[in-house]
Every structure is written in structure tokens, then in C-alpha cells.
T-cell receptor
């Protein structure tokens, strides 16, 4: 099992450009999450999907959109990148009721917006 | 919503010493408390967790204690080794919620 995979690993964008971060899991998990990690701020939830077909906002959703393409895949889109979105992005999955079970994280995407 | 405070933000110890990281939470309904370890440049990974029906849980050199009355829980690492150097995150969540709330992390540095 590959677990949770993310692409790309690194990305540099110019202000105003758009991009999509891809995430996939092969553990048949129901719940998937997108976090951003900034120094001293811990892990902040951007969006989550409790199950296929549903998505909900987290703590810091502004400037992002998500798509739960199927049970395996959950993508994060930046429509018009801003320097404040420079961060490390982690995708995670959980069997169900993510609050009560371990979260499995992907390797992360390091994004720089110039 | 839930609020999780984690202290200290940085902890420096000598190899062989013990390390303790503490977290407090605000929602008395929270009943699941995991701890994640993140090595430099790597992804967070679960190292131990505890549920509200248990007061203490051990796994070799690491242990977690939970005080539901005071709404705090702690991670204890004994006989620290350089490979324990990492950022540690606590989290709290409750049934019916799909979202754990994370603390801001503790950077543990173990000096050889």
C-alpha cells in the first residue's frame, strides 16, 4: 500500500497563477482532509470531506476550493495564488469519523508564491 | 469550538533525560486525544493516543496521561535519545465531529 500520496512535492508560483494539488489514498478511507502548516502555527484545517460527495470548510478556507473526485482522491485548488498562501500543504485521510481515529498524512507539498 | 493549548513551544533536554509536553483543551465532550510526531521535512505520524475511558497509556519509552476533570493531557518520554528530536503535536476531538483540533506543536531537541 502506498498510503496517502500527494503531487507535486514542490511548486513555485507567481502571484495570480492557479494550480491544483492532488491527493490520493489507497486505504479505502472515508474521510479526507487538507491542512496547511506554517512555522509556529501548527496544522490548520483548510477543507475536509467526511465522505465521498461531501466537502466542508475548515478553519482557513478563503482562497481555496476542493473537489472530492471519488473515494480515493481529494484535490485542493488555488484559483489566484497569493504570497500569503506560501506554506507546506498536507493531505490526510482517516477511516471514518476522523476525529476519533488516527489520521494518515501524505508527504506534503511545499508551495512558494512569489 | 474546541481550543487546544500546548506547552512548551520548545523543549531542550540532554540525552537520557525525561521530557514532558502538556496540552489543555476546552470542550469537556472531547474524548479522543492523539499525539503526532513530525521529524524535520517529514509528515506527521501518530505515536500514541488515548481515549477518555483510560487515564494512562504506555508504549515502551512513551506514555500519555489524561486528566478529564482538569481537561489536560500530557506526553511523557523517558530516556530520551537524539532520534526523539522532532516536533510533537497533540490533538483533541469528540464523537460526531470529523475534525480533530491540533495544538501548535512542541519542538523537542535532544542533545547527545
Amino acid at each position: 500500500n502506498a498510503g496517502v500520496t500527494q503531487t507535486p512535492k514542490f511548486q513555485v508560483l507567481k502571484t495570480g497563477q492557479s494550480m491544483t494539488l492532488q491527493c490520493a489514498q489507497d486505504m479505502n478511507h472515508n474521510s479526507m482532509y487538507w491542512y496547511r502548516q506554517d512555522p509556529g502555527m501548527g496544522l490548520r484545517l483548510i477543507y475536509y470531506s467526511a465522505s465521498e460527495g461531501t466537502t466542508d470548510k475548515g478553519e482557513v478556507p478563503n482562497g481555496y476550493n476542493v473537489s472530492r473526485l471519488n473515494k480515493r482522491e481529494f484535490s485542493l485548488r488555488l484559483e489566484s495564488a497569493a504570497p500569503s498562501q506560501t506554506s507546506v500543504y498536507f493531505c490526510a485521510s482517516s477511516p471514518e469519523r476522523g476525529g476519533l481515529y488516527e489520521q494518515f498524512f501524505g508527504p506534503g507539498t511545499r508551495l512558494t508564491v512569489l | 469550538g474546541e481550543n487546544v493549548e500546548q506547552h512548551p513551544s520548545t523543549l531542550s533536554v540532554q540525552e537520557g533525560d525525561s521530557a514532558v509536553i502538556k496540552c489543555t483543551y476546552s470542550d469537556s465532550a472531547s474524548n479522543y486525544f492523539p499525539w503526532y510526531k513530525q521529524e524535520l521535512g517529514k509528515r506527521p505520524q501518530l505515536i500514541i493516543d488515548i481515549r477518555s475511558n483510560v487515564g494512562e497509556k504506555k508504549d515502551q519509552r512513551i506514555a500519555v496521561t489524561l486528566n478529564k476533570t482538569a481537561k489536560h493531557f500530557s506526553l511523557h518520554i523517558t530516556e530520551t535519545q537524539p532520534e526523539d528530536s522532532a516536533v510533537y503535536f497533540c490533538a483533541a476531538s469528540k464523537g460526531g465531529s470529523y475534525i480533530p483540533t491540533f495544538g501548535r506543536g512542541t519542538s523537542l531537541i535532544v542533545h547527545p
